[in-house]
């Protein structure tokens, strides 16, 4: 009757089934370059799988992630040159960092909603912004801001994860149990009081949901997923640039998560693919990596006027008529 | 017994409910009036979603009007919609399970709630089925169940008759005045459907133009000729 926590849907399925792929084909095949390349795009399917389930599940628009991802990757940084702390607690310190600017953000989120909520997310990244391009990212030097003129500091790599290709691995299983992290939730009272806040407010107070915890809880999350996603990348490239976390990259990163369809979970990989990996491909293929932006605009039109759903709802559809036909068919012949 | 003590609201210079009280003892009673009478505005002050400038309503001693519009349901107040909010991504049980998630209790038992107010509304074989892919009659049905679970003290139903059939309405009546046998509740209910209000309630108040204008045994106040003056007017001689 209830779904159960555990119970695994044909989605899943294919969602464990590209992570195995993922984890052990991807890095065995990928040269140095590629390694990089699907490191940084897994960072960031980490990070729109925060917004894309901030949006579709709540229809809340965040337009932060990129900058909260600097901020994870700044306090991964600042940790990793100050102290000698395992990878993972750093990790988590990024992410718990990151969690409560979420909690602040969340707050214009009791009051406003829609375009408004936007503008003032959008705002934020653009503070971000602006710090980062002030102060850059930390890399060993001294006082408070780490930066120093020269080559950067050492970065200290998880212990299982000293070469790329374990990186990439580490960094696919981190982006794998954020996405199981999202979907308890979803299978869970919050999803069940998310769901009905994005119905309507006044539903969710008379069914006894706390909306300000709830919509709170929310923004932490997404918060937590972009500052872990930070982290990571951090770890990858061993420094950061601010170039990386404009305000437009979050944008951008929300734009894609709905042409790949913030609902799914390959929504989310294809935002990131489409984010890191085309203009890299672009790159590789001596092709301007500027044209990426004229296939963005152009899926985004794609999902604006024929795909709400995004190009992952469209696939879902397809095979949801396809498994409809095929019981239709197993029904007539069993007549 | 639901007290409601001379509650007034304003919206700017409307005066949209002017000193209205009544006294509910009944199992199910009524609140009838033209459009725009204050009804849905009375039910939005007993909810918590509109604030009364003054007046208190009370039920079984408790002010309803100190608590937060989340916290009077965990107390056991429930309410529908004119509209059925349903979710649409959500599964009818998981829709009813919303309204006990924040309860002290083992998982185990408010999954036997739910799965008993399912049985009660006739949807438990439906359970499984998501809230988009209901009908109209399906979603209210999934709305009463919602509203049964939890060991609710006071339902609030506003026009829970509208846009159904008449053996869907005969069959919604039922269903509420079962409501009081199965949860021990109290249960208001707001509907143009005079036929259903007669039918169910014992008691009912009548509004209009935000005032008490009649309260009392439902067949006394319906022959009461002020209130069939509110809903066909008065006539009116030119000579």
Redesign the interface.
């Known amino acids: 009757m209830q779904r159960n926590l555990f119970h695994v849907t044909p989605s899943g399925w294919a969602g464990l089934a590209f992570a195995a792929f993922a984890f052990l084909v991807i890095p065995a095949v990928a040269g140095q370059l590629w390694l990089s390349v699907f490191t940084s795009a897994s960072c960031f399917a980490l990070a729109a799988a925060g917004v894309a389930f901030m949006y579709a599940r709540l229809g809340m628009v965040s337009l932060t992630q990129v900058g909260l991802m600097g901020v994870g990757g700044w306090v991964m940084l600042r940790l990793n040159h100050a102290f000698h702390l395992p990878f993972e607690i750093n990790l988590v310190i990024s992410g718990l960092v990151t969690m409560m600017c979420g909690w602040v953000l969340a707050l214009p989120a009791l009051r406003l909603r829609g375009l408004y909520l936007a503008l003032v997310t959008l705002m934020a990244a653009g503070g971000l912004e602006i710090i980062f391009a002030t102060f850059q990212f930390p890399n060993g030097g001294d006082g408070f801001w780490g930066v120093k003129t020269g080559s950067a500091a050492p970065f200290a790599r998880p212990w299982l994860a000293q070469t790329p290709e374990a990186y990439l691995r580490y960094t696919v299983l981190v982006v794998i149990l954020g996405f199981l992290l999202i979907e308890a939730h979803r299978r869970l009272a919050p999803g069940r009081a998310w769901a009905l806040i994005r119905r309507s407010e006044a539903a969710a107070m008379a069914a006894g949901v706390n909306i300000v915890l709830y919509k709170t809880w929310a923004f932490g999350i997404s918060g937590l997923l972009g500052g872990v996603a930070g982290g990571l990348l951090a770890g990858s490239l061993g420094l950061l640039d601010d170039a990386t976390f404009r305000a437009s990259e979050s944008v951008m990163l929300f734009a894609l998560a709905v042409v790949g369809g913030a609902r799914y979970w390959l929504g989310v990989v294809i935002a990131a693919t489409l984010f890191r990996v085309l203009p890299a491909l672009l790159n590789n293929w001596g092709v301007d990596a500027d044209i990426s932006y004229v296939i963005f605009g152009a899926g985004l039109l794609h999902a604006v006027i024929t795909a709400p759903n995004g190009i992952a709802g469209q696939i879902h559809d397809l095979f949801g008529k396809r498994r409809k036909a095929e019981a239709g068919e197993k029904g007539a012949g069993d007549d | 017994m639901i007290e409601i003590g001379n509650v007034t609201v304003r919206f700017g210079g409307v005066v949209a409910l002017s000193g209205v009280s009544a006294s509910f003892a009944q199992p199910v009673s009524g609140i009838i009036g033209p459009n725009g009478a204050g009804k849905t505005t009375l039910m939005n002050v007993i909810?918590?979603?509109v604030t009364a400038e003054s007046g208190e309503i009370r039920k079984d001693g408790q002010n309803l009007l100190g608590l937060s519009?989340?916290r009077r349901?965990?107390w056991g107040?429930?309410?529908s919609?004119q509209k059925e909010?349903?979710?649409?991504?959500?599964?009818v049980?998981?829709n009813v399970?919303?309204?006990?998630?924040?309860a002290r209790q083992p998982a185990s038992k408010r999954?036997a709630e739910?799965?008993r107010m399912l049985e009660y509304v006739g949807m438990a074989d439906r359970?499984?089925r998501l809230g988009r892919d209901l009908n109209k009659f399906e979603r209210r049905l999934t709305d009463i169940a919602?509203c049964m679970v939890?060991n609710p003290k006071l339902i609030m139903f506003d026009e829970p008759g509208g846009g159904l059939s008449i053996e869907e309405t005969q069959r919604l009546g039922d269903l509420i005045l079962g409501i009081h046998d199965q949860t021990g509740a109290q249960t208001l209910v707001i509907d143009h459907d005079v036929e259903l209000i007669s039918r169910i309630c014992s008691d009912t108040l009548v509004l209009d133009f935000g005032r008490r204008i009649a309260f009392g045994e439902v067949h006394a106040v319906l022959a009461d000729p002020k209130v069939k003056a509110a809903y066909l007017g008065t006539e009116e001689v030119v000579e």
């Open positions: 909810s918590g979603f519009p989340y349901a965990h107040l429930r309410r919609f909010e349903i979710a649409n991504d959500l599964s049980f998981d399970l919303v309204q006990i998630d924040h999954h739910v799965e359970a499984g919602k939890g």
